[in-house]
């Protein structure tokens, strides 16, 4: 029998990792032989492409008037931050990208991006880690002196009253590129980070610097150490407080973050071609 083509909701290619994840998703799937799609929902490029334009990301928003066609033989992946179900989709996969909100309908397939979403970890779930870090790009080779120190508020700049003094602010708009972050993450020794599950935080430690974890909410929740460490890359590179011990372990452990990052990067296919075949066969039926 023939598979399924996916579609997948998401915005427009962006800085976000999350929606990063969505669009490489689309990728890999192609990549491996299936047919998977984008339903763009949002522009949040500004002037820049609406896809990636190195990835086949191929979308249906100039066929949408095809949508009762797709919808009655397709697979919709939707990330948890689209409520509901609002294209009517027959058969939808939930991508949890953070901590569960809303619970979701009883017919949906759920997966969570990391096993340190899942609010119970006792239990069997699905999950699909995908790296959006570039590690060609981030690395600490060729890094330079570490002269400075930065800062990362990200979705937590309500809690920080008292900014680390000549720290270098991190914003959504600076540095505008990708490469020119990786230059600024290898002149630094340390990163104070207010946003503690954030792609910037692994990116500095793959570039060599530890990073300080100042806030340890995630989306307005509480967020522990133990959390951080249930994430598939650990928390090799993170320091809890700023002890000279803990800064001591954090700069020790750099490598540890490095090393499976490496392994999840490697891992990906077999483990999304494990997520077809779940998906593939849950919705066999219908």
């Not at 949040?44 to 949408?64: A, K, Q, R």
């Not at 119970?120 to 870090?133: D, I, K, P, V």
């Not at 000549?166 to 946003?195: C, F, K, M, N």
């Amino acid at each position: 029998m023939k598979p399924r083509p996916y579609i997948i909701l998401t915005p427009s290619y962006c800085v976000s990792g999350g929606v990063r994840v969505m669009h490489a998703l689309c990728h890999e799937l192609n990549m491996l032989g299936f047919d998977a799609r984008l339903l763009l929902t949002s522009n949040l490029s500004g002037d820049g492409p609406l896809v990636n334009p190195h990835w086949h990301t191929p979308t249906i928003n100039e066929s949408i008037d095809d949508w009762p066609r797709i919808n009655e033989e397709s697979i919709v992946i939707s990330a948890d931050g689209i409520l509901g179900n609002p294209f009517g989709a027959k058969r939808i996969v939930r991508y949890i990208l953070g901590l569960e909100g809303a619970p979701s309908a009883p017919e949906e397939f759920k997966v969570y991006f990391s096993r340190s979403f899942i609010t119970n970890r006792t239990g069997s779930a699905h999950t699909l880690f995908y790296l959006a870090a570039d590690l060609a790009l981030f690395n600490d080779n060729r890094a330079e002196e570490r002269t400075q120190d930065m800062l990362w508020l990200g979705k937590c700049a309500q809690y920080c009253t008292e900014p680390p003094p000549g720290a270098v602010h991190i914003t959504y708009q600076w540095p505008a590129a990708r490469h020119e972050l990786a230059e600024q993450l290898r002149r630094t020794r340390y990163l104070y980070s207010y946003d503690a599950v954030s792609l910037t935080n692994v990116e500095a430690v793959l570039c060599g610097a530890a990073v300080i974890v100042k806030h340890m909410s995630y989306n307005g929740r509480p967020w522990g150490r133990a959390d951080l460490e249930a994430f598939e890359l650990g928390a090799g590179g993170f320091a809890f407080d700023e002890t000279p011990a803990e800064l001591e372990r954090a700069l020790r452990s750099r490598g540890e973050l490095m090393e499976r990052a490496r392994a999840a990067q490697m891992s990906y296919r077999q483990r999304l071609l494990n997520f077809v075949d779940d998906t593939q066969y849950y919705f066999r039926n219908t």
